[in-house]
């Protein structure tokens, strides 16, 4: 049976918070206490846990580092899986600096671009090839995850060309829809949308805060 997104999405977070925690010392949480930090409730992070196979103690909680380890078997696979990253603009630098050695399941191996002041050079860490290699490299090294962070027009012949390869996973910072198999994932993050959002509802609670007042 497929896990749900919205338990993926949820495990993903606890796991930054529980490593958050032990950074800071803490060894051991109640249910309770990471449901407030995740914004969900005590028993749907028990429910989550379950999933994992690990189970909490009544006096005790949770132990914060074998949480952690449990839900890394879970997510993670046997062997650190291969990442491209397609586009190396702003939104791209920023994910190579971002995950730069803070993963080691999910290892950046391959950046492409267009630009050729920008390839054949290790930027972070990470190669970055001409555009034109992007098939070969992607096939060659098993990459089965990528990322897009290209312009909207060029977003959908990225794809393809991904998926063609190999990709079985895709993140799309690209703002527009990519059109894909039944069998590639795709994750959309839409940021001017995400932000138009947040300033709507921002208005929102401002409205009803004069209102009540």
Known sequence: MMTPERTVGRLSL????LVAMRNRGTRHVFSHELASAAGVTAAQVRRDMMTVGCSGSPARGYDVPELIEHIGLFLDADEPEAVALVGVGNI???M?????????????????DQDGSKTNRVVHG????PIEDMASVVD???IRVAMVAVPAEAAQDVADVLVRAGVR????FAPVAIRVPEHVYVEDIDVTTSLEKVAFFARQKRAHKVSVS
């Open 14 to 17: 606890y796991r930054r918070l």
């Open 126 to 129: 990470c190669r970055c090839y």
């Open 96 to 112: 190579m600096a971002y995950f730069e050695g803070r993963r080691p399941k999910l290892k950046m191996v391959a950046a492409f």
């Open 92 to 94: 791209g630098r920023a």
């Open 140 to 142: 060659d090294r098993g």
């Open 169 to 172: 996973g895709l993140l799309n």
